[in-house]
């Protein structure tokens, strides 16, 4: 397995023409690659034509402290069997009070619902998107952008609220 | 907005609004009788749906924001909420994932009781997906056999877990209690019953005249197409793709077991319900090797020793047989997944559900509870085709279509 893993790193750095220094880090369960916003496009091509077919997952996590949103594409291949058995994931990292990223579902149409998913839980804005709006949230929660780590989760009491003003200085959205 | 002297009459479930000549916005669900939780806005020109968006949210209860602020192993039985059909399924990629960053690797036992009981629940959830589907059809005679025969696997799971669906099976290191001494006998019998009753559903449903011609040729995917919309499971097998996790990246003891993986070539919505008939048989057969595996070898661990070491010595007394406590071999929770820290690290896992690939992306930066984790599910992949498939065909196939992707909206809104 870990001969095999190297080789799979050793064929990206060839697919993305990336320099040796580069950041491929073999992580467990799937490789990630970094780049920055600028030449992910060009290096989700890349990939898509050396055979990874569809994205699995787009996720985003936010970094407070550095100030940064990374967002990660996990793709894999279907088609290709000597690839199905790795995941690859394509991150780029962008400022988190401006996240604006290329979108990627013009090249892998499986991202186009996970990039809305994203755009409402964190706010990235994903340049060139077909149709990006909210998709599970109501246009008011996804306004606060509820999956970034300022957004507080507070607990309900256990006290039932007796007047409508008390119930509504409880909630978190109008 | 409306054109003159139109009168659409709007059905329950169902709301129509004319847009313009010819022109119609339909708007199914979302409480509709058989979808559940879900909206399909669809525009029909006269009645060829002509744009799908599915509007899809209606049960979401934001489990990737709440797993941030709970322990590591209560979130377990939080996910399996997500698809409770298929608990075991779904919550196993989280557990392989928090094992990568623990370093850790089960025992031979606990990876063949997962298999097992995924096996179990895949019967169990593709019997339901059948029992929907007949509800959309107007085959109610399906529905009741359907979930009548799912019965017999959500039994199987008791026996084996003490709960019907939310079992919290797998655990981080093993799963969380052995077998019963009878169960190998409970499962020849249910694969048994279940390869006959196959045959009849063959007879009454797949090979029916009436539900042949709804399902022939209606919502065909094809295979590069089902790459393009990154498809999952069934789905995108019935495309012809030969792709399923349990081969491509096997999983506890799948690459010991052995199987089949069956594939259609046709990627309509019949073949996609025959797919699931051989993917039936297919787990029925893993179920019974896996407990011919279990019955032979002795009850050795059925916990990583990191865990079971920390066990009371009264736990060892129970498994070994020699006390009883509430039944034979019934461990108690080991006490030291309450306080579990996870080192740093990011992992990747993924298995093979009932309605596809499910993935997992765990960040943990070493406290008690995960920093970030994202889950992807089978249905979620799915539900992109509706927008894609539908368009093009008439509105009576809305629901052949919907049926046969065996979509859950609970799985993907989690």
């Known amino acids: ?174 | 907005m409306g054109t003159e002297g139109s009168q659409v009459q709007s059905l329950p479930g169902m709301q129509v609004h004319p847009l313009k000549k010819n022109l119609y916005e339909v708007a199914i669900g979302p409480a509709h009788p058989g979808s559940g939780h879900m909206r399909i806005l669809v525009r029909v020109e006269g009645d060829v749906m002509v744009e799908v968006d599915p509007d899809i949210g209606f049960v979401h209860r934001t489990m990737e924001k709440l797993s941030e602020g709970r322990d590591w192993m209560k979130n377990i039985p939080l996910f399996e909420r997500m698809a409770i059909l298929d608990a075991c399924n779904v919550t196993l990629p989280y557990v392989e994932a928090v094992e990568k960053l623990l370093d850790v690797d089960p025992p031979e036992r606990a990876k063949y009781l997962r298999t097992l009981l995924c096996e179990i629940n895949r019967v169990a959830s593709h019997l339901y997906g059948f029992g929907i589907f007949g509800v959309f059809l107007g085959h109610s005679t399906l529905y009741m056999w359907a979930f009548g025969d799912r019965e017999v696997f959500v039994e199987l799971a008791e026996r084996l877990t003490g709960a019907r669906l939310t079992h919290t099976y797998p655990m981080f290191g093993g799963v969380r209690r052995d077998m019963p001494d009878d169960f190998g006998q409970h499962v020849r019998k249910a694969a048994a019953y279940m390869r006959r009753r196959l045959d009849e559903y063959a007879k009454i449903f797949l090979l029916n005249p009436n539900i042949r011609s709804r399902l022939e040729g209606v919502g065909v995917v094809s295979k590069s197409r089902a790459v393009e919309l990154g498809l999952a499971g069934p789905n995108v097998r019935a495309s012809g793709v030969r792709y399923d996790v349990r081969l491509a990246e096997p999983y506890e003891a799948y690459d010991r077991v052995d199987f089949e993986i069956p594939i259609y070539e046709e990627g309509d919505s019949l073949a996609r319900a025959w797919q699931r008939v051989e993917e039936i048989k297919q787990s029925l057969s893993i179920m019974e090797q896996a407990v011919d595996w279990l019955e032979k070898h002795p009850r050795e661990g059925f916990v990583h020793e990191k865990f079971w070491k920390t066990a009371p010595p009264i736990y060892k007394k129970v498994y070994a047989g020699e006390v009883p406590y509430a039944g034979k071999y019934r461990v108690k929770m080991i006490p030291l997944y309450a306080s579990l820290k996870v080192p740093a690290g990011r992992s990747f896992a993924r298995t093979e559900s009932a309605h596809g690939e499910i993935t997992y992306y765990v960040e943990s930066d070493g406290k008690d509870v995960p920093y970030r984790v994202r889950l992807v599910s089978g249905s979620y992949r799915n539900v992109i085709a509706f927008k894609y498939v539908m368009p093009g065909h008439r509105l009576a196939d809305l629901p052949a279509i919907y049926g046969s992707f065996d979509y859950f909206p609970p799985e993907w809104d989690r």
């Open chain 1, 1 to 174: 397995m870990s001969t095999s893993a190297q080789g799979i790193v050793e064929r990206l750095r060839s697919i993305l023409g990336l320099a040796p220094e580069a950041p491929v880090e073999q992580l467990k369960g799937y490789v990630e690659v970094s780049v920055d916003p600028a030449s992910l496009r060009d290096a989700a091509a890349k990939l898509k034509a050396a055979g990874f077919d569809h994205v699995k997952s787009v996720t985003a996590v936010d970094y407070p402290d550095k100030k940064q949103i990374k967002v990660i594409y996990h793709a894999s291949s279907m088609l290709d069997e000597s690839l199905s058995g790795y995941v690859v994931g394509l991150a780029t990292s962008v400022d988190r009070d401006n996240p604006t990223v290329p979108s990627l579902s013009s090249i892998w149409v499986s991202a186009e619902f996970q990039e809305r998913e994203m755009y409402e839980f964190f706010g990235v804005n994903f340049e060139g998107h077909p149709d990006l709006r909210p998709l599970l949230l109501t246009p008011d929660v996804a306004a606060q952008r509820p999956l970034r780590k300022d957004f507080k989760v507070v607990e309900e009491d256990d006290y039932l609220k007796s007047t409508y003003d008390e119930y509504t200085s409880t909630k978190r959205w109008v």
